[in-house]
Each structure stands twice: as structure tokens, then as C-alpha cells.
């Protein structure tokens, strides 16, 4: 375990050079759009690198590892196959930045597309996403200062939510594609390093003769519950990415000609990740580390085996990888209410000035609420987060019809999320977390193939464009 004021000094040392960067950056921030997209002119190696870096959360460095130990080699390949999400997501980008010029958040697209009811449904299911990732982020902060230094979990926590609060309020999202960038080397060079360290050191031989002694069901291709997550998984990856703002919003900011490469890029950079992070999981029973708690098991077992410096290399991958993550959460929902609830529900005619220092005052108050929820840490981050699978995995049909099909029935959106959501919720209560992502899509494809055979209009396509240039001139 790290000594506790190193691991202090390294907590603090990363917050003091992110939030002066991020000052740094936010100097020449002046308007609502250059805060909320960058000026909507991001380059391919920045959007390439954001993306990647946003995708390697607490889920990716800590989750993995703890799926891996719970279901074995389904465990790791089924997560990794969440690099489904940004590959499929590219061509996507590129038909949002065509149908809607001038868009802020996937509100927009829904609210503009579907109509009012559809577009409350939406925001719902987005802002239950949005919370319960921030708080599974805030969650893994506190739990990895926890298990490297011993220090205290709400320490940790309220150091790395404060930190990404600060700096994403001074830069907005420039900011935050700034020190992603950053972070994405990082991650990358620590991940690999530690990968092969794990490997040479413990070797695959020792591992496979453990857990065909010990834990044979983690190596058994047939094992029904990892079966059932694998396919569980691709669709919560699709339904996360599909439907949340920080992957829309990144959209409208990357350059029209980069947003489907740089997706495309970052999806196959991002798909070894979670192999080589869930691999060092199964070292767990070879080394006798036996956590408590299955979310910790990828830090004990690194630091077990790479000792203090692997502990102090660890401690550095995690933090930037729950930084990436956190600060373009906090970005993107704060943008989400700012659009959709703020400037479309309460003041539309909010002025820009209206809008820059409310969504400001938007990212404090997310940062506040997510330490609250943070405080009791009544769940594991892999129960907290596929909970939320229900909810995102009935979004893909809808925004799929959405844009590419001209008939469709507009409330048939809003009935499809609605009834996936609930269907998946009672999967994931009665049956177990696996299923509620693969129910909740099944069942609104089933409503959306409906809608789609009941309408009789087609959607004319420039009431997107036409839509979001009259929100914009506002």
C-alpha cells in the first residue's frame, strides 16, 4: 500500500495541474457555445483522444477487472465488446452533424424529432444515466485511494470530484478535451506496462492451472450468466453511447470531417483495454489476494504484484482515468439541462451571457449532488452502473428509426423507452443485472417496429437543420 501523504501528495498534485491548466485554457472562454463545444472546431487527434479517454472510466480500470473475477473469461471479452458502442456510434456522428447543423444535445434531436413527450422521456432516462455514472465515478475514487493508501473512501471521493468540478468550470468542454488528451497517454502507457508486467511475472500457465483447480466456471465458455452478460453488455455499451449527451456534444464540437473517423479510432484503440485490465483479475487466486469487495480487486492485485512503485503507477492510471471520465460527464449533463430544461422549459429567451453563467452554476450543483449521493456507498460500482442498463438499452431503436427512417410514429419513441425501461427494471430485480439491458432493447424494438408500421407521415429531414439554427439564432 502506498504511504498515505504520498498518496496525498499525488492526489493533490494532480488537482493543482489540472485545474491551472484548465484556468489556463478558459481564458479565451467567453461565449455559451465556445464553453459548451469548444467552438465547435476540435481536430481529429484531440476528438480522437477525448473519446478514447471518456470511455476508459472507473468502469474500464475497476469494473472489468471486477466482472472478470465474478464471470472469467465472458467477463472480460463481454466488456471489452462495449468498443461496440463508439465504432458504431462514427457513422452515427456523421448523420447528426448532417441532420442537425447546429445542434447542442441529443434533446435537441429527440425534442425536434419526436415531439414533447418523447423528449420528457428522453431527458428522464438520460439524467438517471448521467447520475448514476457521476456517482459510480465519484464511488471508484474514494475506492482506490481507499485500497492503495488505506485513506479514508470519502477523502478520496470529495478530492476528485472537487478537482474535475473546478477545472471543467473555468474551461467548459475545451478544457476538458485538453486534459483528455493528456490523460489518453497516460492511460495508454500505464495500462500496457502494467499488462505486461502481470504477465511475465505471474504468466498464463500458473493462472490457467489455478482456476481449472479452483474456480473452473470462470474458464467454462458455456457458463449461462457470463453467456447471458456478454450479450447484455453489447447493448448496454450501444444504449450508453447511443443516447448520452457526452458522446452528442463531442459530435457537434469535432470538426464535420473528423467526428467518424476519430470514433472509428478511438473504439479500436479503447477494445484491448478492458482485456488487459480484466486479465490482471484473474491473477487474483495464483497470488492469494481475496477482496472483500469484487470492485477492488484490480488494484490489490496490481499493487500486490508490481509492489510500491506499481502501486504508485496504478494510483496514476486510475486518477486520470476517473478524471476523463468525470469531467466530461459533468460537462455534458450540465449542457443537457442548460439546452433542454433551463433554455427550452424556463427562459427561452435566455441571452448568451444567460446561458454561460447558468451552465456554470449547473456544473457546481451536479458536483454537490454527486458527492451527496456518494457519501452513504450503498453499492458496488458494477451493481450501481449496470442498473442504470435498463434505462439506456431502450433508447438505440428509437434514435436509430429516429435517423434514419422518415415514417415513423413520433410518440412511438417516447412509449418504446418507456416500456423498455420498465420491462428491463423487472429483469434486472427478478432475474439479475445481465438481462436488463438485453430485455429492455428487445422490448423497444418490438414498440418501434409497431410505430414504424402505424404511421402514415414522413418526416421531412430539414426540420432538424431548420429547428436547431432557430434555437441557435435565439
Given at each position: 500500500m502506498l504511504d498515505p501523504t504520498l498518496a496525498l501528495g499525488l492526489a493533490f498534485g494532480f488537482a493543482l495541474l489540472w485545474v491551472s491548466f484548465g484556468w489556463w485554457l478558459g481564458r479565451q472562454v467567453k461565449t455559451h457555445d465556445a464553453f459548451a463545444l469548444a467552438g465547435r472546431n476540435v481536430g481529429f487527434a484531440f476528438a480522437c483522444a477525448t473519446a478514447m479517454a471518456t470511455w476508459v472510466t472507473s468502469n474500464t480500470t475497476l469494473v472489468a477487472p471486477q466482472l472478470t473475477y465474478q464471470f472469467g473469461i465472458w467477463g472480460m471479452i463481454g466488456y471489452a465488446c462495449a468498443a461496440f458502442g463508439l465504432i458504431l456510434f462514427a457513422p452515427l456522428s456523421a448523420r447528426i452533424r448532417q441532420l442537425l447543423p447546429h445542434g447542442y444535445t441529443s434533446g435537441d434531436f429527440m425534442r425536434l424529432r419526436f415531439g414533447r413527450f418523447s423528449w420528457i422521456v428522453f431527458l428522464i432516462i438520460s439524467l438517471v444515466y448521467a447520475m448514476s455514472w457521476l456517482v459510480s465515478l465519484g464511488m471508484a475514487g474514494g475506492i482506490v485511494l481507499q485500497?492503495?493508501?488505506?485513506?479514508?473512501?470519502?477523502?478520496?471521493?470529495?478530492?476528485?470530484?472537487?478537482?474535475?468540478?473546478?477545472?471543467?468550470?473555468f474551461g467548459g468542454l475545451k478544457a476538458v478535451i485538453a486534459t483528455d488528451f493528456i490523460q489518453a497517454?497516460?492511460?495508454?502507457?500505464?495500462?500496457?506496462?502494467?499488462?505486461?508486467?502481470?504477465?511475465s511475472h505471474v504468466g498464463l500457465e500458473p493462472i490457467h492451472a489455478t482456476l481449472s483447480q479452483q474456480h473452473p466456471m470462470l474458464l467454462d465458455l458455456l457458463f449461462p450468466a457470463a453467456m447471458m452478460f456478454l450479450f447484455n453488455n453489447i447493448f448496454f455499451g450501444l444504449g450508453e453511447i447511443f443516447h448520452s449527451n457526452v458522446w452528442w456534444s463531442r459530435a457537434f464540437a469535432f470538426r464535420a470531417n473528423v467526428a467518424k473517423r476519430a470514433y472509428l479510432s478511438a473504439g479500436l484503440l479503447w477494445l484491448p483495454i478492458p482485456i488487459v485490465t480484466g486479465f490482471i483479475a484473474l491473477a487474483?487466486?495464483?497470488?492469494?489476494?481475496?477482496?472483500?469487495?469484487?470492485?477492488?480487486?484490480?488494484?490489490?492485485?496490481?499493487?500486490?504484484?508490481?509492489?510500491?512503485?506499481?502501486?504508485?503507477?496504478?494510483?496514476?492510471?486510475?486518477?486520470?482515468?476517473?478524471?476523463s471520465s468525470l469531467d466530461s460527464l459533468l460537462a455534458a449533463t450540465a449542457d443537457l439541462l442548460n439546452q433542454d430544461v433551463y433554455y427550452q422549459l424556463i427562459n427561452p429567451k435566455a441571452s448568451d451571457a444567460q446561458r454561460l453563467r447558468r451552465g456554470k452554476q449547473l456544473i457546481l450543483l451536479l458536483g454537490l449532488l454527486t458527492w451527496l449521493l456518494c457519501l452513504p456507498k450503498v453499492a458496488t460500482l458494477g451493481a450501481l452502473l449496470n442498473f442504470a442498463g435498463a434505462f439506456v438499452a431502450s433508447t438505440i431503436w428509437p434514435i436509430l428509426f429516429g435517423l434514419y427512417v422518415r415514417r415513423f410514429h413520433r410518440h412511438g419513441a417516447g412509449v418504446a423507452m418507456l416500456l423498455g425501461t420498465l420491462c428491463g427494471l423487472v429483469g434486472y430485480f427478478y432475474i439479475g443485472f445481465y438481462?436488463?439491458?438485453?430485455?429492455?432493447?428487445?422490448?423497444?424494438?418490438v414498440v418501434c417496429v409497431f410505430a414504424w408500421w402505424m404511421a402514415r407521415e414522413e418526416f421531412v429531414w430539414q426540420e432538424l437543420a431548420a429547428g436547431g439554427e432557430d434555437d441557435r439564432r435565439n
Open positions: 485500497s492503495l493508501s488505506g485513506l479514508n473512501y470519502h477523502l478520496g471521493m470529495s478530492i476528485i470530484l472537487a478537482m474535475c468540478v473546478v477545472y471543467t468550470l497517454v497516460i492511460i495508454l502507457c500505464g495500462v500496457i506496462g502494467i499488462a505486461i508486467y502481470t504477465l487474483a487466486p495464483v497470488i492469494g489476494v481475496y477482496p472483500a469487495s469484487a470492485d477492488m480487486v484490480g488494484p490489490l492485485v496490481a499493487s500486490q504484484l508490481l509492489g510500491y512503485a506499481g502501486s504508485v503507477v496504478l494510483f496514476i492510471v486510475v486518477f486520470a482515468a476517473l478524471a438481462v436488463a439491458a438485453l430485455i429492455a432493447c428487445a422490448v423497444s424494438l
